[in-house]
């Protein structure tokens, strides 16, 4: 069963070193309490600018698709492994992170500044990548379908 209340995030482009990472999109989906729509947020960097533009917020019907989508997003992240430590090293290989946060459930994957270029003590099977994946693939569903 998906929590009650959420807030999740999705930023493509992690991978930093000497200097931060620069985003090429972020995008964040939240459900407050007692609510039966997601709150949708997108910024996307266009190429060859320097920031991120951001668009309107927007809102889906919280309906049992979606609900579906949320509860399957939720039990992948309950399974997969973070780096360790965080922000060391993009372990799924995407550069992209998610950040996750409920309840009964913090998980976020390229810490909160991105990955500096170390080593993880923690690496990802291919298992574990695939459903990485699939939670992207998730997100950019829901929000995909505010376009």
Known sequence: MAPPEYSLRLQRGIAGGFAPPTP???????????????????????????????????????????????????GILKEIPTESPPGSEDIYGLDISIAWGSEDLMWQNGGPSGCGGGTSSVQATDEDKAKFKRAVEIVEKLVGETA
């Open 24 to 74: 090429n999109a972020i995008f964040t989906v939240t459900r407050p309490l007692n609510h039966d729509q997601l709150n949708v947020t997108s910024a996307i960097r266009e190429i060859g600018t320097a920031s991120l533009a951001s668009a309107a917020p927007k809102s889906i019907q919280n309906d049992e698709d979606t609900n579906a989508l949320i509860e399957e997003l939720h």
